[in-house]
């Protein structure tokens, strides 16, 4: 059985598996925090948790196994799932996961000041007190349609420099009963402090072109000039340091890596789009890919998708961006069964189903995919490329992943 976050199913249940898409409370109803036990916050994750215990608890009755439930989520639903695997609270409640293109350490997926947010969000909308229980009696008294209606109004003006914001996300809580996430994500990866499941994971090849195309915040002139002017406040405060003195350094390798000693123009897109998407996406996905191949006891599944074809957002751009994997695995219909975008639909579907079957993509007799996909291991990282062609490979962008392992915590 596999938990989905939202898509077009009917191809899931046509494998036999049975499907559960839920429903949270997002945005400041989710994840407010006055950093107290009157709001700790991360409300929608517990929602979650409390949607897989009811799963557990009932699905025999829909033809279910609740003990072969696959948590499944891609961008803000695939840091979900890592979360769900970081968090004790979800421990037991599912026994294979599935993050594309999303992790707990994605810097969008996590904030640092929930609680800075939830008070500048109050005194927009009308707030004038100073203490969480005039806070949380203030905010019973707000119109629901008024309380949802803005998100700006949250952030301060640094974080409104930034390539890619989430304003409410999971974070922190105090320690309290019923807690979700009491450490950053990165001290529990790199402590080891986790569920250890079968966990198939992976990117696109230009996580974040959409910023360098048309209408994107860094596609024209002065949309570069103001990054090549701005670089460390798009940069720095995404980095996982408590200095800002070695965020700001950091953030100066990075430029010089990307851009060398260049001005940042229009005409090095290409490595805008790839610096930004390492930042953003790649490199926390990466980072817990290598951890949990030395750590868990559960194989690592890695992928990168770089299919070129239809159902890109780009289609005359010879690489993939965010979600694009998806839409060929969800969206993919077609009557001519041999073109090369149903065929790469049909078998990103088969070895996903072999996974949440088997905890195994690899494939099984009768099947279309044809080649071979290993878990990853420190000594031999293997990953799958979904390209024109399916191909096993090893250390996926090497070069620019080697880097930020050596300059990040």
């Known amino acids: 059985m596999s938990l989905a976050q939202s898509c077009h199913l009917i191809h899931y249940i046509d494998h036999g598996i049975v499907v559960e898409s839920i429903q949270y409370r997002l945005g400041a109803l989710g994840f407010m925090s006055t950093g107290d036990s009157l709001l700790p916050g991360n409300l ?20 279910g196994n609740p003990d072969e439930v696959t948590i499944s989520g891609q961008s803000s639903g695939g840091s979900a799932v890592h979360y769900h695997v970081l968090s004790p609270l979800s421990k037991g409640l599912f026994k294979r996961a599935i993050a594309q293109s999303g992790s707990a350490l994605s810097p969008w997926a996590f904030t640092t000041n929930a609680t800075d947010r939830t008070f500048r969000y109050a005194s927009y909308l009308g707030f004038i007190g100073e203490t969480t ?8 008294t707000v119109d ?67 910023r360098t195309q048309a209408d994107g915040l860094f596609a024209t002139e002065d949309g570069a000039k103001n990054l090549n002017d701005n670089f460390d406040l ?34 090095m897109n290409d490595s ?27 194989p690592v599944y890695y992928y990168q998708f770089s299919f070129n074809g239809p ?24 009557p001519e069964t041999c073109s090369p975008g149903y065929l790469t639909a049909v078998q990103l579907l ?60």
């Open 144 to 210: 629901a349609k008024e309380f949802v209606k803005a998100r700006g109004p949250a952030l301060d003006p640094k974080d409104c420099k930034n390539a890619l914001i989430c304003v409410w996300a999971p974070h922190v809580e105090p320690e309290n009963e019923g807690a979700f996430l009491t450490e950053h994500p990165a001290k529990l990866i790199s402590e080891n402090r986790y569920t250890h499941v079968p966990h198939l994971t992976g990117v696109t090849s230009y996580e974040l072109l959409v």
């Open 133 to 140: 229980s005039e806070l949380m009696e203030f905010l019973m």
């Open 44 to 63: 929608g994750m517990k929602d979650q948790v409390l949607a897989l215990k009811w799963i557990k608890q009932n699905f025999r009755a829909f033809g």
């Open 234 to 267: 798009y940069v720095a405060d995404e980095l996982r340091f408590s200095s800002e003195e070695q965020q700001l350094k950091v953030a100066e390798e990075v430029r010089q890596f990307y851009y060398g000693d260049n001005e940042i123009t229009p005409a």
């Open 350 to 409: 088969q070895m996903w189903t072999n996974f949440i079957k088997y905890s195994d993509p690899s494939p099984y007799s009768g099947g279309k995919v044809t080649v071979d996909w290993n878990a990853y291991k420190p000594d031999n990282p293997n990953y799958l490329e979904v390209g024109c062609t399916i191909q096993p490979g090893t250390s996926p962008n090497k070069d620019r992943m080697d880097f930020w392992h050596s300059v990040m915590p």
């Open 272 to 298: 805008t789009a790839t610096m930004i998407s390492d930042l953003l996406i790649v490199e926390g996905i990466d980072t817990t890919v290598r951890n949990m191949s030395r750590d868990s006891s559960e």
């Open 311 to 334: 159902l890109n957002t780009f289609p005359d751009f010879p690489g993939t961006s965010h979600g694009d994997d998806r839409r060929y695995m969800w969206y993919y219909e077609s």
